[in-house]
């Protein structure tokens, strides 16, 4: 299972983008998806993560209100929608996929599988 981000980029604060997950090789229907976030000189962060059957129960507090996660069966894909960016949400940004959901934040040693990772850079 591979995964791919796309979406990444450069926008001013207070703008949006759409981070995708998507997979070659399988699924991401059939997986827990999580993301995850890492900074320049920070810790990997969990973000948010949604099990196979689209249950959602937490965001990181930074991004509460601001982010979203959701499925788009069809384009098998998981998105996370980011709105009023801020210069403080710049990271590189890392889906994962796991055989199982657990609420609460994602821990990265529940994901077998991780994506290269997407640069998300907010200006001022």
Same mark, same amino acid.
């Given at each position: 299972?591979?995964?791919?981000?796309?979406?990444?980029?450069?926008?001013?604060? @207070?703008? +949006?983008?759409?981070? +995708?997950?998507?997979?070659? @090789?399988?699924?991401?229907?059939?997986?827990?998806?999580?993301?995850?976030?890492?900074?320049? @000189?920070? /810790?990997? /962060?969990?973000?948010? +993560?949604?099990?196979?059957?689209?249950?959602?129960?937490?965001?990181?507090?930074?991004?509460?209100?601001?982010?979203?996660?959701?499925?788009?069966?069809?384009?098998?894909?998981?998105?996370?929608?980011?709105?009023?960016?801020?210069?403080?949400?710049?990271?590189?940004?890392?889906?994962?996929?796991?055989?199982?959901?657990?609420?609460?934040?994602?821990?990265?040693?529940?994901?077998?599988?991780?994506?290269?990772?997407?640069?998300?850079?907010?200006? /001022?």
């Amino acid at each position: 299972v591979q995964l791919v981000e796309s979406g990444g980029g450069l926008v001013q604060a @207070g703008g +949006s983008l759409q981070l +995708s997950c998507a997979a070659t @090789g399988a699924t991401v229907n059939d997986f827990a998806i999580g993301w995850f976030r890492q900074a320049p @000189g920070k /810790e990997r /962060e969990g973000v948010t +993560s949604i099990s196979q059957d689209d249950d959602v129960d937490y965001y990181a507090d930074p991004v509460k209100g601001r982010f979203t996660i959701s499925r788009d069966k069809p384009k098998n894909t998981v998105n996370l929608q980011m709105n009023l960016l801020k210069p403080e949400d710049t990271a590189v940004y890392f889906c994962a996929a796991g055989d199982f959901w657990v609420g609460g934040g994602p821990d990265p040693k529940r994901y077998d599988y991780w994506g290269q990772g997407a640069q998300v850079t907010i200006s /001022e």
